[in-house]
């Protein structure tokens, strides 16, 4: 049994995912105008690029507090003290973490009820592809952990697995008036539609300032808004999974637009020749193994396109090209064999990476 913490750092270093290309010219040289900030910083246990154009003061700074703020204070299951933290309750024991999931009702901030409203009907329209209450079976595989070597590989047995999908389901919980109610053991995990909700966030912050042009990473979910100085539109990289680090192309956007990936090359780990990643498909609790290697989502919210990503990649491409059509949203498949499958919005944008 081996782990693959490689693959995790070069998620780190920022090649993992979509990235975009920082072959912009600098905003003073192209008119004189705006000024270009541009900082690479680790939240969300990953990196997180920006490149900002604008005639006022450097928002790299403000960007990078709101998404760890969003982290600490919202989004964390490793926080006690977020809110998520609290809905799972967690305990902080002397030897670790021991999270009680009582039955419970607990009232919620109102953005956290919207995003959990928007995500408990993402994981209807899927069938539960996507599921946010996934917390019990993925700290069971842990696969972060053993993925960068801060945990042994252990694979879950079907007896384990089993019985930790018996504590998973969205309907297991609902939300009423402002509070969320869910049943016995029930524990939350967005870390499938966090990094784009964080996306959100910072598009809604650009749209108060002089920002004239962004594009911001954090992981595989990215934000693009307004433009360059010269008017060329962004370049957002879609990775090749076979390598985790060539392009297989880039898309061209202008404007504000969210786009994540999902991908099962990234945060995996190999044990008797076979890999297992994160990804994990809530019908029988085990990596998803749809026929793909990852899926690209393009669309006007970060939470959809994140969330779909990730339960598009579990239902496959037939089932999934129907959920984003479902939601406007345009995608990239990559299957096993390396074919590209872009959907029609995406055709004219996408340049294929030189051989
Ligand atoms: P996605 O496909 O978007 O999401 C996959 C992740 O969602 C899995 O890792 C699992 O957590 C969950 N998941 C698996 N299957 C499903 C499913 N079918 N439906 C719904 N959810 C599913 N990583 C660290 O290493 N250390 C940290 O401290 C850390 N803190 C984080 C804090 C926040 C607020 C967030 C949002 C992420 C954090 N992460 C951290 C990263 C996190 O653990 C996931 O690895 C990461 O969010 C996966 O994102 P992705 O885009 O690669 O994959
Ligand atoms: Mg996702």
Redesign the pocket.
């Known amino acids: 049994m081996k782990s693959v913490s490689g693959i995790?750092y070069k998620?780190i270093l920022g090649l993992?995912?979509i990235g975009f290309l920082m072959f912009s010219c600098l905003a003073a040289g192209c008119g004189g105008q705006a000024s270009v900030y541009r900082s690479a910083d680790i939240a969300?246990?990953?990196v997180v690029n920006q490149t900002v154009y604008t005639t006022g003061e450097d928002e790299t700074g403000h960007i990078l507090t709101l998404i760890k703020d969003?982290?600490k204070e919202e989004?964390?299951?490793?926080e006690a003290d977020s809110e998520?933290g609290m809905i799972n309750g967690i305990q902080w024991e002397d030897d670790g973490v021991l999270e009680s999931g009582a039955p419970r009702s607990v009232e919620i901030s109102r953005e956290l009820y919207e995003e959990l409203e928007r995500l408990w009907r993402i994981?209807e329209d899927s069938g539960g592809?996507?599921?946010?209450t996934?917390g019990r079976?993925?700290r069971l595989w842990n696969?972060?952990?053993q993925a960068?070597g801060e945990a042994p590989v252990r694979i879950p047995d079907e007896e384990e697995i089993a019985e930790a999908l018996e504590k998973c389901g969205f309907e297991k919980v609902s939300l009423e008036e402002g509070r969320l109610v869910l049943e016995e053991e029930v524990l939350l995990?967005?870390?499938?539609?966090?990094?784009?909700?964080?996306c959100d966030r910072i598009g809604a912050y650009l749209r108060g300032t002089e920002v004239s042009g962004a594009v911001v990473s954090v992981?595989?979910?990215v934000v693009t808004y307004g433009k360059k100085p010269d008017g060329s539109p962004w370049q957002i990289g879609i990775t090749d999974p076979r390598t985790g680090e060539d392009l297989l192309g880039t898309l061209s956007l202008t404007g504000e637009w969210y786009i994540?990936?999902?991908?099962g090359y990234?945060?995996c780990v190999e044990s008797e020749g076979i890999w297992y990643h994160?990804?994990?498909?809530?019908e029988n609790g085990y990596p998803?193994r749809s026929g793909l290697t990852s899926v690209t989502v393009v669309c006007g919210s970060g939470l959809v396109s994140?969330?779909l990503?990730?339960?598009c990649?579990?239902l496959g491409r037939e089932e999934g090209e129907k959920l984003a059509a479902r939601y406007g949203a345009e995608t990239v498949f990559v299957d096993d064999e390396g074919n590209l499958y872009l959907s029609h919005g995406l055709k004219d944008i996408f340049t294929p990476a030189a051989k």
Do not use: N, Q
């Not at 989004?75 to 490793?78: H, M, V, Y």
């Not at 994540?260 to 991908?263: I, L, N, Q």
């Open positions: 995790f998620r993992g995912g969300m246990g990953t969003l982290e989004l964390s299951w490793r998520v994981s592809a996507f599921d946010f996934l079976l993925t696969i972060d952990a960068s995990d967005l870390g499938a539609a966090g990094k784009g909700i964080a992981g595989g979910s994540s990936t999902s991908g990234e945060r994160h990804i994990l498909d809530p998803a994140d969330a990503s990730t339960a990649f579990v």
